[in-house]
């Protein structure tokens, strides 16, 4: 339990200080994810993006299993 607090931390930590350059990937804006509004109200549905960082993480996960 440990060594996942840390990891996640760290991984925190890394997203924090690299934030500048993260923040220019179009996660969010990607075609497929669903924006609907009207006059007084918007949802936000990142769908392609939702399955992307699920990809990758599960990706990571992956490797770091093994």
Do not use: N
């Not at 934030?19 to 392609?48: A, C, M, N, S």
């Amino acid at each position: 339990m440990a060594r996942i607090l840390i990891s996640c931390g760290l991984c925190l930590l890394a997203a924090g200080l690299l934030w500048p350059w993260l923040k220019q990937i179009p996660l969010g804006r990607l075609p497929g994810d669903l924006v609907f509004g009207k006059e007084h109200f918007r949802f936000y549905l990142p769908l392609t993006s939702s399955i992307l960082v699920s990809l990758l993480l599960s990706l990571l996960f992956y490797l770091f299993r093994k």
